[in-house]
Every structure is written in C-alpha cells, then in structure tokens.
C-alpha cells in the first residue's frame, strides 16, 4: 500500500530563478491547469501507471499555446480529448452559422457544451485578438512541484545502506513568453540511495520563422525529448493520448513530432538534439541525434541484458546503472496534400559493444552488431469523416 504527500509551489519559485538567471525587467505569473482537469488526471494514475504526470504535460502545453477558436480546424479541435465529437461538430456549425465566437461566455450558446463546460474549456482558446507582443516576448510563467510517495508497512528494510524509504520526484518548468521553455526533472526511487537517481534537463524553442516565412522552426530541443513519428510502427516514445478518442490531429498536417521529455521515467527517452521544421504547411521535416547511457548488464566486451525499470535498489543494480552508451540519429519527412499525406522515416543506432542478449521470436532476425538502421513509409487519407491510415517498416 502507498500513499502520497504532494506540495506545489509556483510564482515564488519561478520568481526566484528569474532572478537568478534572467534579467530583472521581466515579470511573472503563474500558469495552472483547470482543477477539474487536474482531478481527472490524477484519477487516471490509479488506472494507467505513469500516465498521469504525461498527460499533464500534454495539457500544460496546450494551455499555454492555446487554439484560435474561429480559425482552427476540426482536427485541432479533436486535439483537445476532453471534447466528443458532438460538441465539436456544435462549434464547427455554430461558426458557420452565426460567425466568430467573440467572448468566452459566447462558448456555452453552442449546442451541447453547457455552461459549466463551455468554462472549464474556455481557457484552452483564444477568443478576439490574440495576446500583443509585448505580453508574447515578456511574459514568464513557472512551475516547482515536488512529489512525495511513502510505503505505508512498516518495518520495510533496503538492501543498500543509507536508503530512502520514500520516492521522491521534483519538476520545474520554466515558460519565457510564448516560444521559449526551460526545464528540469529529478527523481530517486523508495531504496536508492543516491539523490538524485535520475535527472533530466532541456531547453526549447518553438515557432521561429525564416525565409519570409516560408520556412519555419516549429520546434528545436536541445537535452532530453520524445518523438511520436506517424503511428509509432518505428518509432514512438511517447505517450499515446490518441488512446482517448484517437484524434486524427496526431498525423495532421502541422502535427508536432518533437516533444520535451519531463517525466520521472528513466527509459524511453532520447538525449541530445532535435529539430522540427515545415515549409509552407506542405512538407514537414523531423531531424534528430541521440547519445544516452542506458543502464546494462556488462560481461567482458559483451552486454547480456538492458534493464529499463530504472530502480538501482541493490548492488549489482547499482553496478549496471548508465553503463552503455547507446548512440542514434534519424530523420522523418512528410508530404502533405489535400485529405492526404504521405511519408518516410529511418532511423540508425548503435551500441559500442557487442550484443548478446538472448534472442526469442520477438527479437532473432534483429541485427544487433554494429549499425542497426531501419526504414518505414505511411500513408494518411481522410475524406467524408473516413480515415485510412497505413505504415510498413
């Protein structure tokens, strides 16, 4: 059994790194997800381990890039999981019928939202006109939240001496205006004894255009992240929110790949550099490198196994904690037309020993030695509310 104390503390945190790293003429405020959205996502940690934390990030940013809500598409509304279908055909015809939705209060005359509804969605928009460039550029918003989770037996003994005998897990996310963002993870598991076991950093940049605007950086990170490339046949380390109602938003046009990896996970996470870029809403080009030490189990100039749970409990545990660099670089490209789109991916890593893992099914015709490079292709179709989706790797 296991319970949880949990502290949140926002602008005084956020203030005090400003004033340590950033020049004083900025001001901050405090950015939070709806409580009513809050205790649906907390309620689903019960159910989906690890979903929680992810899903909240996935919200987060939504928050603080909202919709233009008489400009985005149906797909763009789909995006948002909390809303079926009705209510999103409702704004859809509302728009067509009585034109821009000019204030939030205008949301609850939509059929099927409801007042309450139409204010607990109401923040995820943007009605009128958008914020100045003043407020974009200079605005700072910032987050410290630290988790305690406790095992409630007692009498519970750890091998390693000096343990703790609670996980513990802080997060920091740090938003300046609306195209930057810093953050950091830190995490140990009840019987480590080292704080922090595991830590994440990044910093990244959105929305930057060059070429007349033509050319756009939609996303560039630098320190841990995760991709989600067409339907994760290849390649997809993220979180998967499609589960919800599966929003064909995920492989729209415009579909954001690259994702700042801010989890307590010590696994399926890529560290290095990455690159997101569109041209003109038609082509979308996704770049990336990767150079991680993953925990192994290491034998002369051989490794047997990869663990992945990320728990260094023990001391052999300890022994194959981030013992084999794992190196990767790849690439994704899309074409995208009317109702369609098509395209290829690959991917090649390497680890610098030889690979002598026992081989099953799942596994035996991999090649393990040296390059291991991998190559997919997809198609996307959509016309009359029917969507096709294909990949082949």
Request: some cysteine.
């Amino acid at each position: 059994m296991w319970g949880r104390f949990e502290g949140k503390k926002g602008i005084r945190i956020a203030l005090l790194s400003a004033i340590l790293f950033l020049y004083p003429n900025l001001y901050i405020r405090a950015q939070e997800l709806p409580q009513w959205l809050i205790s649906a996502i907390e309620e689903m940690e019960y159910s989906t381990e690890g979903a929680s934390e992810q899903l909240y990030d996935y919200f987060y940013e939504l928050l603080r890039n909202p919709l233009d809500i008489n400009n985005c598409s149906r797909e763009d509304l789909e995006s948002l999981v909390f809303m079926d279908p009705f209510q999103i055909e409702g704004i859809l015809d509302y728009r067509n019928d009585y034109g821009a939705i000019l204030t939030p209060s205008e949301l609850s005359l939509i059929d099927g939202l409801g007042e309450q509804f139409a204010k607990n969605i109401a923040p995820f928009f943007i009605f009128g006109n958008s914020p100045s460039s003043q407020d974009k550029y200079s605005r700072i918003s910032g987050k410290w939240e630290t988790r305690l989770k406790y095992p409630l037996k007692k009498g519970m003994k750890y091998p390693l001496k000096g343990a703790l005998p609670f996980t513990i897990a802080s997060k920091f996310v740090l938003d300046i205006g609306e195209n930057g963002t810093l953050w950091s993870t830190m995490e140990s598991d009840a019987g480590e004894n080292i704080f922090p076991d595991f830590i994440s950093l990044g910093v990244s940049v959105d929305n930057i255009p060059i070429l007349r605007n033509r050319l756009k950086i939609r996303r560039i990170v630098c320190g841990d992240y995760s991709l989600r490339l067409s339907q994760g046949v290849m390649l997809w380390n993220s979180f998967s929110i499609s589960s919800a109602q599966e929003p064909s938003s995920m492989i729209k046009r415009g579909a954001l790949t690259l994702h700042p990896y801010r989890s307590t996970s010590e696994g399926e996470f890529f560290r290095g550099a990455a690159i997101f870029l569109e041209w003109k809403e038609m082509i979308d080009l996704t770049l990336f490198y990767s150079n991680n030490m993953v925990d192994a189990k290491i034998e002369g100039d051989s490794f047997v196994s990869l663990p992945t749970d990320g728990l260094h409990d023990t001391g052999n545990k300890l022994l194959n904690r981030n013992t084999l660099n794992m190196e990767m670089v790849g690439g994704d490209i899309g074409f995208f037309f009317e109702g369609f789109k098509v395209g290829a991916r690959w991917n090649s890593f390497k680890y610098p020993l030889e690979d002598r893992r026992k081989r099953y099914e799942y596994n035996k015709y991999q090649k393990f030695e040296g390059w291991n490079t991998s190559f997919g292709v997809d198609l996307f179709y959509s016309a009359g509310g029917v969507r096709c989706v294909a990949e082949v790797a």
